[in-house]
Nanobody, 124 residues
């Protein structure tokens, strides 16, 4: 599956953004989706994940209550709503697709398709 993210940008602390990830090339409803982020000089971390039907979600502790993952299988798109943004949320955000689910939350090696990423920068 091919993935293309959009929606990143520069925002002040406390602000909001909505990231989108458009998928093509496979049956979107058959894949688990995740959002990762990688701050400069740091390792990539799982921010949120959502099951195929959208009924189960997972969030990193650092974003719980502030970020919301959702998906629209009719539009082949997964979203990440970011609210109450903090400077430490600054990172390259990438979506990823996992065709099979072996564990929950999924691990990075469960995802086999990745987008190029969209930059989110939060100023203080």
């Amino acid at each position: 599956v091919q993935l293309v993210e959009s929606g990143g940008g520069l925002v002040q602390a406390g602000g909001s953004l909505r990231l989108s990830c458009a998928a093509s090339g496979s049956t979107f409803s058959n894949v688990v989706m995740g959002w990762y982020r990688q701050p400069p000089g740091e390792q990539r971390e799982l921010v949120a994940a959502i099951t195929r039907g959208g009924g189960t979600t997972h969030y990193a502790d650092s974003v719980t209550g502030r970020f919301t993952i959702s998906r629209d299988n009719a539009k082949n798109t997964v979203y990440l709503q970011l609210t109450r943004l903090k400077p430490e949320d600054t990172a390259l955000y990438s979506c990823a697709a996992a065709p099979r689910l072996f564990r929950w939350p999924p691990g990075q090696d469960d995802f086999d398709s990745w987008g190029q990423g969209t930059q989110v920068t939060v100023s203080s």
